[in-house]
């Protein structure tokens, strides 16, 4: 399988090493083509880790066209811009694809929609990877007898939320958070378009339970926290779901759970090994 990959950052990084030189790797059935990423100094950083040097590398969409040739299978691990820039063209190209940066497919309206409604006419595939959560499988499960309510807390030491526009337009300053602090309470709709880096993971629960408006999320920074914390309530006629992950960060990149990139991995993974444990 010949994979290209957008976004050469935390995620993208650890990927691209299990593909080069890890789990992945060409004798297993995976093959690095193609590198994106706006700064070229990223690429150039991620390259230099790689044993065989990818043959094309680009800082944008332009020619997209022609190096999806050379791929079966187009990663995002970007932005949630890039869902929209990079998947759909991947997709009518008659790729299969991997989203990481999941807010998008509800926080872009309509973008999931459409990307289902390609991926049936071409015959594609989509993978989004469980990401920094565990409980997936269970919510898919109870989502076919039916789900009343799915509730996410997300904790993260102050400096996860660094550079986050919300936290700025309300005054809040991240360095003079002493106790934990509640950011954000809402529907996961809305915590995904304010909390775009942080919150994939109420994207990914959204669509495997009950829906971006039902599913409610609490966004806290909590200087005592440190790991990325992420705890689930599920109610439904199966019963009750409690799943609490506590992540370790990843060294590049704070707002990001190690656990995402492995889960990425596992996910690419299963593409290529011909039993699926789980549902
Ligand atoms: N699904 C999950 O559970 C989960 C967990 C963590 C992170 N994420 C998401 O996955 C994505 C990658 O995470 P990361 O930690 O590797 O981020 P990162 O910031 O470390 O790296 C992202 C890279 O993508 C590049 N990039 C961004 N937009 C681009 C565009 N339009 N075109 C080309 N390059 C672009 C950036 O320059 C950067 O180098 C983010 O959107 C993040 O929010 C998802």
């Given at each position: 399988m010949r994979v290209g990959v957008v976004g050469c950052g935390a995620?993208?990084?650890?990927?691209?090493?299990?593909?080069?030189?890890?789990?992945?790797?060409?004798?297993?059935?995976m093959e690095l083509k193609f590198l994106i990423d706006k700064h070229p100094e990223r690429i150039e950083k991620l390259i230099k880790r790689l044993k065989r040097r990818p043959e094309i590398t680009r800082t944008g969409s332009e020619g997209l066209t022609e190096i999806l040739e050379e791929v079966d299978l187009v990663i995002e691990c970007a932005s949630q811009d890039a869902v929209r820039e990079f998947v759909i063209p991947a997709l009518h190209a008659g790729k299969e694809v991997m989203i990481m940066s999941v807010g998008a497919l509800?926080?872009?309206?309509?973008?999931?929609?459409?990307?289902?409604?390609?991926?049936?006419?071409k015959g594609c595939r989509v993978y989004i990877p469980s990401g920094a959560i565990a409980g997936i499988d269970g919510l898919k499960s109870g989502a076919?007898?039916?789900?009343?309510?799915?509730?996410?807390?997300?904790?993260?030491p102050p400096r996860g939320f660094e550079g986050n526009a919300y936290v700025k337009e309300r005054g809040?300053?991240?360095s003079m958070i002493e106790s934990e602090?509640?950011?954000?309470?809402?529907?996961?709709?809305?915590?995904?378009?304010?909390?775009?880096?942080?919150?994939?993971?109420?994207?990914?629960?959204?669509?495997?339970?009950?829906g971006p408006d039902a599913t409610k999320v609490k966004v806290v920074a909590d200087p005592s926290a440190t790991e990325n914390i992420h705890e689930i309530h599920a109610i439904g006629e199966f019963g009750k779901l409690m799943v609490r992950v506590e992540n370790v960060p990843s060294p590049t990149n704070p707002k990001t759970s190690h656990l995402a990139a492995l889960s990425a991995?596992?996910?690419?993974?299963?593409?290529?090994?011909?039993?699926?444990v789980g549902t």
């Open positions: 995620i993208g990084t650890e990927i691209c090493d299990a593909i080069d030189h890890g789990v992945l790797g060409k004798e297993r059935g509800i926080s872009d309206e309509g973008l999931l929609d459409e990307i289902v409604d390609i991926a049936k006419e076919i007898g039916g789900i009343h309510s799915v509730e996410l807390t997300t904790r993260k809040i300053d991240l602090k509640t950011l954000f309470v809402g529907p996961a709709k809305e915590a995904v378009r304010y909390f775009p880096e942080n919150v994939n993971v109420a994207a990914s629960l959204s669509i495997a339970g009950i991995i596992a996910t690419l993974k299963g593409i290529i090994y011909p039993v699926r």
